[in-house]
C-alpha cells in the first residue's frame, strides 16, 4: 500500500517518500505525518487481528505489529525487531473510579509493555524504520522513558543506541535502564527542551537518526495503542481517553489514530481525548485556555516532580492542537499534591505507575468535580509508565519526605509507612493486633 510523509500544516501539506529520512517538512518546517492510500474495504481487519493473537509467530504476537494494516509503512520486507510490545491490559479499577467521582473507570496500563512504557509500541515502529533507511546509529532526547526503550530495541536490533538525558533530571529506574541496554549515555547539563534543540542539529551533521517522538515512525506505533484498547472492548468507543501531556507525541498519536479508524469505519464516532498537564510544566494547557489561536507560548524553566512530563517547549503541539479540537477534547493541569495523591490511590488498585502516569486521575476528579466529565461517563485513562520506574519518589510519599520543586512539604494522604519492628514474636503480635 503506497505510503508518504506529508507536511502536517494545512497551508503546506508538502509530500515526501517514506524512505527518505527527514523529520520536519523541508518547505515550511511543520511537523511531518505518514499518509496511506486506504483500500475500500476494510471490514475483515478485526477479526483478522483478533486470530492474530493465537499465532505464534512473533509479528503477530506483538502488539504492534499485530495490527500492521492500519500502520502500512513498510514495503513488507524489511527486517523487523519486536520485544512483543503491546498486549497490555485494560483493567477495571472501582476504587480509582470512586476516588475520581466516576462510576466506573479503565486504565490502559502500558507500563506492562517490555522496558514498561508506552515508548515501546512507538520505538519498535522508529527502529524498524531505521533499518530499513540502512542507518547504524539512533539518538534519542529522553526525560527517562525512550531512551530506556530505544536503548533496548536498538541493541536489539545491532544498531548503536545513543541517548541525551536531562542531567540529574530523570528516575533512576529509567536510567538504569539506558545502561543495562547498552547505550552510549550523555547526561547534558541542560533541560529536555534545550538538549532537543541541540540533538536536532547533531544529528543532522553526525547523520544519526532521531528517534525522539517528533519521528513520524513513532507516532504510527503508538496509533496502536488505541486500536489495541477499542479490540480489547469489542469496539466500543468509550466516552473519554485520558492521557497525561508533555512533548504531546502520544495525544498526537492517539488522535491520528482515532481518526483513521474512523475514516475507515471501524468505529462510529471519536472519543474526547482529555490531556492532562502538571501545573509548573503546563504550556499546552496554556494554549488551548487562549481565546484566539495562537502559537504555544514555552514554559522556559518547566518544573515537576513527574519528570516525565517536565517539558516546556512540546514539539508536537500543532498536531495535538488540532486532535484535541477534532474530538471536542479539554486539557487540564493538576498540582504536584494532586498527582502524589492520584498515584497512590492507583497503587492502592494494586494498580501502580510512575507519577506522570497518575496525572490522569487526578485531571479525571477535577474533570468530575467541574462536571466536564460526567460520573457516569465511559472513561478509559492511559497508564504510560511502570510503578517501578521511580520508586524513589514511591518511597519519599510513603514516608512523608516527599517535596515539591518550590520546597513544599507534600502531604501523604495516602502514606502508607514502613514500620521499624523488634525481632520478638509477643511485641510484633502486639503490634499487628
Ligand atoms: N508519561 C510518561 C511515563 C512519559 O514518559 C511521557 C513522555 C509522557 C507521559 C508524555 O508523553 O511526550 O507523548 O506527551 N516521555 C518522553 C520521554 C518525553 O523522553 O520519555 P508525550
Known amino acids: 500500500m503506497p505510503a508518504e510523509l506529508v507536511c502536517f500544516d494545512p497551508a503546506c501539506r508538502a509530500r515526501y517518500p517514506v524512505t527518505q529520512a527527514i523529520y520536519t517538512c523541508e518547505r515550511c518546517g511543520g511537523l511531518l505525518e505518514t499518509a496511506y492510500a486506504w483500500p475500500a474495504d476494510v471490514s475483515a481487519w478485526p477479526a483478522l487481528w483478533r486470530q492474530r493473537r493465537t499465532h505464534n509467530a512473533a509479528i503477530d504476537q506483538s502488539?504492534?505489529?499485530?495490527?500492521?494494516?492500519?500502520?502500512?509503512?513498510?514495503?513488507?520486507?524489511?527486517?523487523?525487531?519486536?520485544?512483543?510490545?503491546?498486549?497490555?491490559?485494560l483493567l477495571p479499577a472501582p476504587r480509582a473510579a470512586s476516588y475520581a467521582g466516576l462510576d466506573a473507570l479503565s486504565f490502559k496500563h502500558q507500563g506492562f509493555n517490555p522496558t514498561g512504557s508506552f515508548k515501546d509500541n512507538g520505538m519498535t515502529c522508529g527502529v524498524a524504520q531505521a533499518l530499513r533507511l540502512g542507518m547504524q546509529r539512533v539518538a534519542c532526547v529522553s526525560t527517562g522513558n525512550t531512551s530506556a526503550s530505544m536503548a533496548a530495541y536498538a541493541s536489539a536490533a545491532g544498531l548503536e543506541p545513543?541517548?541525551?538525558?536531562?542531567?540529574?533530571?530523570?528516575?533512576?529506574?529509567?536510567?538504569?535502564?539506558?545502561?543495562?541496554?547498552?547505550?552510549?549515555?550523555?547526561?547534558?547539563?541542560?533541560?529536555?527542551?534545550?538538549?532537543?534543540a541541540l540533538v536536532r542539529k547533531l544529528a543532522e551533521r553526525l547523520g544519526i537518526y532521531?528517534?525522539?517522538?517528533?519521528?513520524?515512525?513513532?507516532?504510527?506505533?503508538?496509533?496502536?495503542i488505541m486500536v489495541e484498547m477499542l479490540d480489547q472492548r469489542d469496539w466500543r468507543v468509550p466516552d473519554w481517553v485520558v492521557l497525561p501531556g508533555g512533548n504531546l507525541?502520544?495525544?498526537?498519536?492517539?488522535?491520528?489514530?482515532?481518526?483513521?479508524?474512523?475514516a475507515l469505519?471501524?468505529?462510529?464516532?471519536?472519543?474526547?481525548?482529555?490531556?492532562?498537564?502538571?501545573e509548573g510544566a503546563a504550556p499546552f494547557y496554556d494554549l488551548m485556555r487562549q481565546s484566539a489561536p495562537g502559537a504555544l507560548r514555552a514554559v522556559e524553566h518547566p518544573e515537576t516532580l513527574a519528570t516525565a512530563i517536565k517539558i516546556g517547549d512540546p514539539v508536537s503541539w500543532p498536531k495535538a492542537r488540532q486532535e484535541v479540537d477534532?474530538?471536542?477534547?479539554?486539557?487540564?493541569r493538576v498540582s504536584e499534591q494532586e498527582i502524589a495523591d492520584a498515584k497512590a490511590v492507583i497503587g492502592q488498585c494494586g494498580i501502580g505507575c510512575e507519577p506522570a502516569s497518575a496525572a490522569t486521575l487526578a485531571?479525571?476528579?477535577?474533570?468530575?468535580?467541574?462536571?466536564?466529565?460526567?460520573?457516569?461517563?465511559?472513561?478509559?485513562?492511559?497508564?504510560?509508565?511502570?510503578?517501578?520506574?521511580?520508586?524513589?519518589?514511591?518511597?519519599?510519599?510513603?514516608?512523608g519526605?516527599?517535596?515539591?520543586?518550590?520546597?513544599?512539604r507534600l502531604a501523604g494522604a495516602f502514606a502508607n509507612q514502613p514500620l521499624v519492628a523488634p525481632h520478638d514474636a509477643e511485641r510484633l503480635a502486639a503490634m499487628i493486633g
Open 326 to 332: 477534532a474530538s471536542g477534547g479539554v486539557v487540564e
Open 162 to 196: 545513543l541517548i541525551f538525558i536531562p542531567y540529574g533530571n530523570i528516575a533512576y529506574g529509567k536510567l538504569a535502564q539506558a545502561l543495562e541496554y547498552g547505550a552510549r549515555t550523555f547526561q547534558v547539563e541542560a533541560n529536555f527542551d534545550q538538549i532537543l
Open 401 to 408: 519526605q516527599l517535596e515539591a520543586p518550590d520546597g513544599t
Open 63 to 89: 502488539g504492534v505489529w499485530r495490527y500492521r494494516e492500519v500502520i502500512p509503512f513498510l514495503d513488507g520486507e524489511e527486517p523487523l525487531v519486536t520485544l512483543r510490545e503491546g498486549n497490555t491490559p
Open 210 to 224: 532521531l528517534l525522539n517522538s517528533i519521528n513520524p515512525f513513532r507516532i504510527e506505533g503508538q496509533k496502536t
Open 249 to 262: 507525541g502520544n495525544t498526537s498519536a492517539f488522535g491520528k489514530g482515532l481518526r483513521e479508524l474512523l
Open 363 to 399: 485531571g479525571i476528579r477535577k474533570l468530575v468535580a467541574a462536571g466536564t466529565m460526567r460520573p457516569d461517563a465511559d472513561v478509559v485513562a492511559v497508564l504510560t509508565g511502570h510503578v517501578l520506574k521511580d520508586p524513589d519518589y514511591i518511597y519519599r510519599y510513603h514516608t
Open 265 to 278: 469505519g471501524l468505529i462510529g464516532r471519536l472519543p474526547r481525548l482529555a490531556v492532562i498537564q502538571a
